[in-house]
């Protein structure tokens, strides 16, 4: 058994949380740089907890800039077992409605101007992303929700675009009809492929915001139409995330699914091969299994 912590990284509109005892924002120094912001830490009914915003408080990184290694790193770094995204998303499916949250579990990853691995020359290592989230935490979000009284929506595919800018109607078209996307968003990628690197439960509530550009009834994606959506259902995210210390305990044991060993059998290079300086770097990501 070892200790729950359980971290939620806060997407657009969602810049702190409440009700945490003992809350202390504290700075946390990684080797890939600084996260995008301190991390609010504390307890929530005995279980320990930690807070990122992942855009930093004031909305200061783009979905391109997030730090996203630093902050998966920091993550890890101050103990945290299980991580929860909850980001805000367009939607491809006329029942997903703006208002709703999908707990989604499958991404497309169209994002390409970011750092995806925290391994490189000196230190190969390749993980399984097939299935990229954690069951166990998946269902802990969809049933945290439901009790909250939200309309949730159990499975769906997050495609993760570049941006900033929306996309056209030709691509929202074809994610929508070709690629059987569910929902869209700039942020979860890589940061999916990152924690199931750094060996954490990772889960990702998407809050429909929006209908992205391919609804005939609805007009273009517009921001203030998001933020309106997102501030309406700022208190549903509020109560999810207070439901979860109860459903998830404040001890665990190996998971399931074995995100937390996903490195046992992932790094390729001969340990009399490897680069010093990037297994220093690794300490926190994989010092389990670097030794
Ligand atoms: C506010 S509209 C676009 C912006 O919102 C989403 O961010 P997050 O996933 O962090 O909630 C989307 O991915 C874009 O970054
Ligand atoms: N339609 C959309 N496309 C990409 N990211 C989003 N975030 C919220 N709505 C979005």
């Known amino acids: 058994m070892s200790e729950t912590m359980i971290a939620v990284i806060g997407g657009s509109g969602i810049y702190d949380i409440d009700?945490?005892?003992?809350?202390?924002?504290?700075?946390?120094?990684?080797?890939?740089?600084?996260?995008?912001?301190?991390?609010?830490?504390?307890?929530?009914?005995?279980?320990?907890?930690?807070?990122?915003?992942?855009?930093?408080?004031?909305?200061?990184?783009?979905?391109?800039?997030v730090p996203y290694r630093a902050n998966i790193d920091a993550l890890k770094r101050?103990?945290?077992?299980?991580?929860?995204?909850?980001s805000a998303t367009g939607s491809f499916r006329e029942e997903m409605a703006p208002g709703d949250f999908v707990v989604v579990d499958q991404f497309i990853d169209r994002t390409f101007a970011r750092e995806k691995s925290f391994f490189g020359p000196g230190l190969v290592a390749h993980v399984s992303v097939a299935h990229p989230t954690c069951p166990r935490l998946?269902?802990?979000?969809?049933t945290a929700a439901t009790d909250a009284g939200v309309t949730v929506h159990k499975g769906g595919t997050y495609l993760a675009m570049e941006g900033p800018q929306f996309s056209t109607l030709a691509e929202s078209k074809m994610y929508r009809e070709h690629w059987g996307a569910d929902v869209i968003g700039m942020t979860n990628m890589p940061e999916a492929k990152l924690a199931r690197e750094a060996e954490l439960c990772y889960a990702s509530v998407a809050m429909v915001t929006d209908y992205d550009s391919w609804h005939p009834d609805h007009g273009e994606v517009d921001v203030s139409e998001i933020i309106a959506t997102l501030t309406g259902n700022a208190q549903k995210a509020r109560d999810l995330v207070?439901?979860?210390?109860?459903?998830?305990?404040?001890?665990?044991?190996?998971?399931?699914?074995?995100?937390?060993?996903?490195?046992?059998?992932?790094?390729l290079t001969a340990s009399d091969a490897r680069d010093a300086a990037m297994t220093a770097k690794l300490d926190a990501i994989a010092g389990r299994v670097l030794g």
């Open 138 to 142: 998946s269902d802990a979000c969809f």
């Open 78 to 86: 101050i103990g945290v077992s299980d991580v929860i995204s909850v």
């Open 242 to 267: 207070a439901r979860l210390p109860a459903l998830l305990g404040g001890s665990r044991d190996l998971c399931p699914h074995g995100c937390d060993r996903a490195l046992e059998y992932a790094i």
């Open 19 to 65: 009700g945490l005892e003992n809350a202390n924002w504290q700075t946390v120094e990684t080797p890939w740089g600084a996260p995008s912001d301190q991390i609010l830490t504390g307890t929530l009914n005995g279980v320990k907890m930690a807070f990122l915003p992942r855009h930093g408080r004031g909305h200061v990184h783009t979905p391109s800039s």
